[in-house]
């Protein structure tokens, strides 16, 4: 188990390692060994594997690495050694987190307006929502995932009876044939839940539209009291 050969951009990422020559056990040490040992075995048995993990340098740095381990084989097929290929994904994982982060903060933002708000795609379907929007419609849980069609939502609001009496299948095909026109659009209507909902449907610069819905029930009831 030595290390045969090293390239320029291997020996440019792993500064602290001993150069070529060594032991796979001397240049990454008990510690790491052990962790890699399975991986490194597995490709010398003729398998191909790959692992992700975290390598700490002697001057304190830390890297995430991806190292994939391949079967080097003579002409007959037989294994005669073993390639390993690092990559280092540490930019990559640090921006990951960073979009994580990111991401978490605008659904925190989202699911605190008070509106409900919903994004479909140029193909109609479920792309983003906050929490709001399913408690002012009064959608299950199963409607509120990504890539739910806006013809579903449709169909379960008129079987439910949203829509007023009349054949479900015409009241959604009316509503998808408006849909389609991608023309801002707004309404009242009362929901399942009897409250009074102002929708609200503006089209997106790519395709799709988003929706807003707003609980304008005492506002309607103030309007009617004068």
């Not at 979009?99 to 140029?122: H, M, P, Q, V, Y």
């Not at 309404?187 to 009897?194: D, F, H, I, N, V």
């Amino acid at each position: 188990e030595r290390i045969l050969y090293t390239n320029r951009a291997y020996r440019t990422a792993m500064p602290d390692q001993v150069p070529a020559g060594s032991s796979v056990r001397e240049v990454l040490g008990e510690q790491r060994y052990a962790a890699v040992a399975p991986h490194f075995h597995r490709a010398l048995s003729g398998e191909e594997t790959e692992v992700t993990r975290e390598v700490e340098h002697n001057d304190g740095s830390t890297t995430v690495r991806t190292v994939r381990y391949l079967p080097d084989r003579d002409a007959a097929g037989a294994v005669i050694g073993v390639f390993a290929l690092v990559e280092d994904i540490t930019r990559q994982k640090l921006a990951a987190k960073e979009l994580a982060a990111k991401t978490e903060l605008l659904r925190t933002t989202f699911d605190s307006i008070d509106e409900g708000i919903s994004i479909f795609d140029r193909h109609l379907r479920l792309v983003g929502w906050n929490r709001r929007y399913g408690e002012l419609l009064g959608l299950p849980e199963r409607l509120l995932r990504e890539g739910t069609s806006f013809e579903d939502i449709l169909r379960f609001n008129a079987q439910r009876g949203d829509y007023g009496p009349g054949d479900v299948e015409e009241q959604v095909r009316s509503r998808m044939d408006f849909t389609t026109h991608y023309q801002p659009h707004d309404l009242e209507r009362p929901s399942a839940k009897g409250l009074i909902l102002e929708i609200r449907r503006s089209p997106l610069p790519g395709g799709g539209f988003a929706i807003t819905a707003a609980d304008i029930t005492e506002r309607k009831r103030a309007e009617a009291a004068l």
